[in-house]
């Protein structure tokens, strides 16, 4: 019983580390968000430093893109794109955690849309 207690121990300090070790760096990924839906979480990073987003479809376009920090509710954005441009714009938001929502104002549904984060 002891040895089961510390295998699920050592699982969960892996897991831990392998979400930390995530953070460290670029992230990136294809967001499925359906029309009208509104905002939809796609991507989160600790202290990020810049953002790209992109449509992958025409009927993904118009959309509109925003950043949130969780711990207090404070937003950037939103910004509108109405094209199949890649969209990198610097960002120093600070205070942890922020995460990256897009909200599908197209006809597309879903549609999938590329949000990096680094």
């Known amino acids: 019983m002891l040895t ?13 580390l392998a979400l930390g070790a995530q953070q460290a760096g670029a992230i ?6 359906n029309a009208s ?3 939809i979480n796609c991507l989160a990073l600790s202290n990020p430093l810049s953002e790209l987003v992109d449509t992958n479809q025409a009927s993904g376009t118009p959309y509109r893109f925003q950043l949130v920090r969780p711990s207090d ?21 600070g205070g942890g955690i922020i995460v990256a929502q897009v909200d599908n104002l197209g006809a597309g549904n879903p549609s999938s849309y590329y949000v990096e984060m680094n």
Not at 28 to 33: R, Y
Not at 77 to 90: E, I, M, V
């Open 28 to 33: 990136s990924t294809n967001c499925a968000v």
């Open 4 to 16: 089961r207690r510390r295998l699920a121990v050592a699982a969960l300090a892996a897991a831990a």
């Open 73 to 93: 509710g404070a937003r950037w954005g939103w910004w509108q794109y109405n094209d199949l441009n890649p969209h990198l714009f610097g960002i120093a938001p």
């Open 37 to 39: 839906g509104g905002f």
